[in-house]
Nanobody, 126 residues
């Protein structure tokens, strides 16, 4: 069964940078737009960033625009999220997801995504 596995989370201080990765077990994910979401305790899962299958188009939540960068390496079946100038409010479990539709548009809505990883914890201390 195809899987998405996140890594790279950890504990950092406000203002620091951190990069998280998402490794896909199947090449089918190289044909799908990919996204990062996050979920803090007691809160809804929210969209962070997404990238088209080719990497040509990216989409960001307003709260992370200018601080986070999403990228992908299809040869390695891996998607990355570079997070700079981290804030305590960025603390959450970060989840990688793949859209249901291959070669489709990039969407911020959760319902467009059919494959999810287990998540990696990112904690930003003040």
């Amino acid at each position: 069964q195809a899987q998405l596995v996140e890594s790279g989370g950890g504990l950092v201080q406000a203002g620091d940078s951190l990069s998280v990765s998402c490794a896909a077990s199947a090449r089918t994910f190289s044909r799908r737009p990919m996204g990062w979401f996050r979920q803090a305790p007691g809160k809804e899962r929210e969209f962070v960033a997404a990238i088209s299958w080719s990497g040509a188009t990216t989409l960001y939540a307003d709260s992370v625009k200018g601080r986070f960068t999403i990228s992908r390496d299809n040869a390695k079946n891996t998607v990355y999220l570079q997070m700079n100038s981290l804030k305590p409010e960025d603390t959450a479990v970060y989840l990688c997801a793949a859209q249901i539709e291959e070669y489709g548009r990039v969407y911020p809505q959760k319902y467009a995504y059919g494959y999810w990883g287990q998540g990696t914890q990112v904690t930003v201390s003040s």
